[in-house]
């Protein structure tokens, strides 16, 4: 699969299956902190991801002004 990491922007060809959470153990990422996105939809940490698939991977960003 086509993985598109943002901060600093890198792409990825990643075999799969897999699903999110054993994607992000691989890219050694807390799930905590990145959101995984496949086309427009935010995807869950047990959502299975097939080989042929793009997902972009974010850093969760929090802050503004209380």
Same mark, same amino acid.
């Given at each position: 699969?086509k993985?598109?990491?943002r901060n600093p922007r890198?792409?990825?060809?990643?075999p799969?299956? !897999?699903?999110?959470?054993a994607? *992000?153990?691989?890219l050694?990422?807390?799930? /905590?902190?990145?959101? @995984? +996105?496949? $086309?427009d939809? !935010?995807?869950t940490?047990?959502? *299975?991801l097939a080989?042929?698939d793009?997902v /972009?991977v974010r850093p @969760? +960003?929090? $802050?503004g002004?209380v």
């Amino acid at each position: 699969m086509k993985v598109l990491l943002r901060n600093p922007r890198r792409e990825l060809d990643v075999p799969g299956p !897999l699903r999110v959470n054993a994607l *992000l153990a691989k890219l050694e990422l807390n799930r /905590e902190s990145v959101l @995984v +996105i496949k $086309g427009d939809t !935010l995807v869950t940490g047990d959502a *299975l991801l097939a080989d042929d698939d793009s997902v /972009e991977v974010r850093p @969760v +960003i929090s $802050g503004g002004a209380v």
